[in-house]
């Protein structure tokens, strides 16, 4: 038996690359569990080398055109494997999901990753998670018979668990056409800049004159799942903005957490920061909120 973390792909399996969504939707139901799909494969192949996990198949997404790029017809459709690095270049106007590709590791997995990778790996420490959560996006999955569209927010279940079934694809991510006067940001706080963040949080509002009309606040790497903070959103609208209420809300989202300790930073440290980085994003967020 080789070591774990190996370099080497130890366990055999069948590669196949469909050029169609048809194709992989049929392959996906065939093989139901024994398959995994393979975008960026910046995570996938990490796991397989690791002997995490061992598909038997695995379904590569390189050649299927229909679920790539980014296009405009009401709301903003943003095919699943997309890279990171495309969505940084072409979608600056979306403040909040720009700066967290930019953030997101090193150069080479920018340009490898995808956004629907990012997603279906469903960890708590998705940077592109709360920028979406906050931009109320929804993702279309598609199977063989079927297809369903899932606000975000329902599509986490738990670490590493999507409402994803065994023969569906996460095809698009869809994001509402913006609010006149809207701004977002988002903030990481990590160890290093390529590592996972320990908190990180992204903030929308909308403003009219001085007046919040709409918000919205989400996190990451402090529950189980990337979440909102509705209760500190609710106390925001129809307020009138002000560094003070935003260190407020700032305080009262850190308490709707549910951080852990591990290996990465505490629970404390976690919720201190937390209050501290959703004050920061709310105060961009308003700047930007032209």
Aim: proline residues 6%.
């Amino acid at each position: 038996m080789l070591p774990t973390n190996t370099h080497i792909l130890y366990p055999e399996f069948d590669y196949h690359a469909p050029t169609t969504l048809y194709e992989v939707t049929e392959l996906l139901a065939q093989y139901g569990d024994s398959a995994r799909v393979m975008a960026g494969g910046t995570d996938l192949l990490v796991q397989m080398k690791m002997e995490r996990r061992q598909p038997s198949q695995v379904i590569s997404l390189m050649h299927v055109n229909a679920l790539q790029g980014i296009s405009q017809n009401g709301s903003l459709d943003i095919g699943a494997t997309t890279s990171i690095q495309e969505i940084h270049r072409r979608l600056p106007q979306l403040y909040a999901l720009a700066e967290a590709c930019n953030g997101f590791s090193s150069i080479q997995i920018m340009y490898m990753a995808t956004l629907g990778g990012n997603l279906c790996n469903a960890s708590p420490a998705s940077d592109s998670a709360p920028p979406l959560l906050t931009y109320d996006a929804r993702v279309t999955l598609k199977s063989k018979t079927a297809e369903r569209v899932l606000p975000l927010e329902r599509f986490f279940l738990g670490p590493g668990k999507t409402a994803m079934q065994p023969d569906e694809l996460l095809a698009q991510i869809s994001i509402p056409a913006p609010l006149p006067h809207s701004g977002s940001a988002f903030i990481k706080i990590s160890r290093v800049v390529a590592d996972i963040s320990q908190v990180c949080a992204a903030a929308r509002l909308t403003r009219e004159g001085n007046t919040i009309r709409d918000a919205r606040i989400a996190l990451g790497s402090v529950a189980p799942t990337p979440v909102r903070a509705a209760g500190a959103e609710r106390d925001l609208i129809g307020e009138t903005f002000s560094p003070a209420l935003a260190e407020k809300i700032g305080k009262q989202a850190a308490q709707e957490i549910s951080p852990i300790s591990d290996v990465r930073a505490t629970r404390e440290y976690r919720q201190q920061v937390a209050a501290v980085i959703v004050r920061d994003a709310l105060l961009r967020a308003w700047e930007r909120a032209q």
